[in-house]
């Protein structure tokens, strides 16, 4: 009798040792988080942590590793044409247009901003074109090791792709059933589950561009430095703040960029691409949320601009303003 009981015991713990491994989670003292082990939360899915005994435990993400394709091809982001073609190059065979020339004597002025751009306004409804999202194509950009990734964007520390994946996950604690006593229906116990980041919860983008004064030819130009997508964070103080995912340098994203066609609402032949709408044509609505101070502070943590949005708001006009200013003062008529 005691053999089998011995028997039934040791089944028992090697079944929930490889409920353990499927799922990606251990105990609190050290769970499974080796890579490749899981194929559950390697491929983005939600694993849930055990309920009644293993209540407590703490999910672990397990990553799979990603590594780096920096010298991968960007790949084109396009729809197959039908049509013959008569020696004009394809979307596919795209390369990106320099900026103009600029000697460092030249430089006179320059002006750092970081603007928003909100995805949900109408000019900007082709950022989540549902057949090329603009949103995807950045994001996997990062998570799949084609392009660099930056903590902040002094862009000085290189975030690695597993990194830039695992950011804006979160553990979510619910409730459940207790499977002990299914007879109960109010017999609750906690569970844990880790709650993966979709590219499709991105709204937003910050972008970082510096305003450039050429002297030889006169112009006042915008030129984008890198861009972040922004996701919602909600803190134990009940207030919710938009922090970034992670920075990329516009420079090592137009190759790709160059190969993505953009929604074009009045003829589909002349469709451009996202390189062109973000650095030529910048066909895109944003406002100002930052410019270069002493205190390197966003507009709405400034004293004089917490709580008041409408302040902040009337602040970034008076900086875009500013820049106006100085290019119409540059002249005399």
């Known amino acids: 009798m005691k053999k089998g009981i011995l028997i039934i015991a040791t089944s028992l713990i090697a079944l929930n040792s490889s409920y353990a491994q499927d799922w990606g989670w251990g105990d609190s003292g050290g769970g499974s988080s080796s890579s490749g082990t899981s194929s559950s939360a390697g491929s983005g899915t939600t694993g849930a942590a055990g309920a009644g005994a293993g209540a407590s435990a703490t999910p672990t993400l397990v990553v799979p590793t990603i590594g780096t394709h920096y010298d991968d091809p960007p790949a084109f982001h396009r729809e197959t044409p039908y049509t013959t073609n008569d020696g004009r190059l394809g979307i596919d065979e795209a390369v990106i247009v ?10 006179k002025f320059r ?9 949900r306004q109408k000019m900007n409804r082709s950022f989540t074109w549902p057949k090329n999202p603009v949103t995807q194509i950045i994001y996997e950009a990062a998570t799949k090791g084609l392009v660099r990734g930056y903590w902040t964007d002094s862009l000085n520390r290189v975030k690695t792709p597993e990194d830039c994946y695992k950011e804006g996950s979160k553990i979510v604690v619910t409730q459940i059933q207790n499977w002990r ?3 109960d229906d109010e017999d609750l116990v906690d569970t844990a589950y880790y709650d993966m980041f979709k590219w499709e919860k991105i709204v937003r983008f910050e972008i970082m561009e510096d305003w450039l004064f050429d002297y030889k030819h006169g112009e006042l130009r915008p030129r984008i430095i890198a861009i972040a997508p922004m996701y919602e964070e909600k803190f134990p103080n009940g207030q919710t703040y938009e922090l970034p995912l992670f920075w990329i340098k516009m420079d090592d994203l137009r190759p790709t960029l160059a190969k993505s066609e953009v929604f074009n609402r009045f003829n589909d032949v ?12 910048r066909l895109f609505d944003s406002y100002i949320v930052k410019t270069t101070d002493w205190d390197d502070k966003y507009l709405n943590q400034r004293t004089e601009f917490q709580q008041n949005g409408l302040a902040t708001l009337l602040e970034a006009e008076n900086i875009k303003n500013d820049l106006f200013i100085f290019e119409h003062d540059l002249w005399e008529f």
């Open 98 to 107: 320099p900026y103009p020339f600029l000697r460092e004597a030249d430089l």
């Open 111 to 119: 002006r750092r901003i970081w603007r928003r751009i909100d995805c």
């Open 181 to 183: 006593n299914p007879e």
């Open 270 to 281: 002349m469709r451009i691409s996202w390189d062109d709408l973000f650095n030529h044509y």
